[in-house]
């Protein structure tokens, strides 16, 4: 994109693990666009792999952020509101589920473990647009991750299908219900990238390997390919685009 496209806009970041992460594909793609930056790592474990790359994009705003520790998600906003008053967009690239529930069939995951995906993956993205909506009083994008899995059954998704679903539904909602305040919502779903988030979906190559054969482009999808969508989706040119699901997967989701 144009290095200005983004020019004056603040941003949020969420999801960043290390410098695989999808998150931070998106993250150097909002900057290189002319973005402020605002970015979290979950822990003081992944500090210092997001930290340096915090510094990289001259993120003025670094945070901690685990939306299952109380308050956290509410610091991160009231240092955005305090530093700058104001958010245009934010990225919420965050999922998680207990690795016995993951690699289980559905039918035998554990309520425990299908509520605690729920709450990190689905409603952590509902409570970040309610503490955001206050921010955008001039309009602004959310964004946040899926995968083809929520509307298509993929071999050893498993329980992250039903909730990454649900986060397609969210997004159809919160789309709706924040319109009017000229806040878009949309979903991007790209095909498999190897992160360190996606270690944790059993026979993961495999998937990675079938996206490489079977795709129209017969090519690898890698984190650069993702970033770019969503500095789209974060500037004016995107102004009429919400409540959607776009693929950025070199064309898989098309093939049965």
């Not at 020019?7 to 290189?32: M, P, T, Y």
């Not at 026979?203 to 969503?230: N, Y």
């Not at 500037?235 to 049965?256: E, F, K, P, Q, R």
Request: charged letters at 20%.
């Amino acid at each position: 994109m144009d290095a200005s496209t983004l020019q004056g806009k603040k941003g949020l970041v969420v999801g960043i693990a290390n410098d695989e992460s999808i998150a931070w594909g998106c993250a150097r793609a909002f900057r290189a666009a002319g973005a402020e930056l605002a970015v979290t790592w979950l822990n003081d474990k992944a500090r210092p792999y997001v930290e340096p790359l915090a510094e990289a994009v001259q993120a003025p705003i670094r945070l901690p952020l685990d939306v299952e520790r109380e308050g956290q998600l509410e610091a991160v906003f009231d240092a955005v509101a305090r530093q700058w008053g104001r958010l245009d967009f934010a990225l919420h690239s965050i999922a998680y589920a207990p690795r016995e529930d993951l690699q289980r069939r559905v039918v035998d995951t554990s309520a425990a473990g299908f509520a605690r995906a729920m709450d990190v993956s689905c409603h952590s993205f509902i409570r970040m647009a309610r503490l955001a909506e206050p921010l955008m009083q001039g309009g602004g994008s959310l964004m946040t991750m899926s995968y083809l899995g929520a509307e298509e059954v993929i071999d050893d998704y498993g329980l992250m299908g039903p909730v990454k679903a649900a986060l397609e539904s969210t997004v159809r909602y919160l789309a709706a219900e924040l319109g009017p305040a000229g806040i878009r919502v949309n979903a991007v779903s790209p095909g498999p990238v190897a992160t360190r988030a996606a270690s944790g979906i059993a026979h993961f190559d495999r998937l990675l390997a079938d996206s490489q054969r079977r795709a129209p482009m017969r090519r690898p999808l890698s984190i650069d390919d993702v970033g770019p969508l969503c500095a789209f989706l974060a500037s004016d040119a995107a102004g009429a685009i919400t409540g959607g699901t776009l693929y950025v997967d070199c064309g898989y989701h098309v093939l049965n």
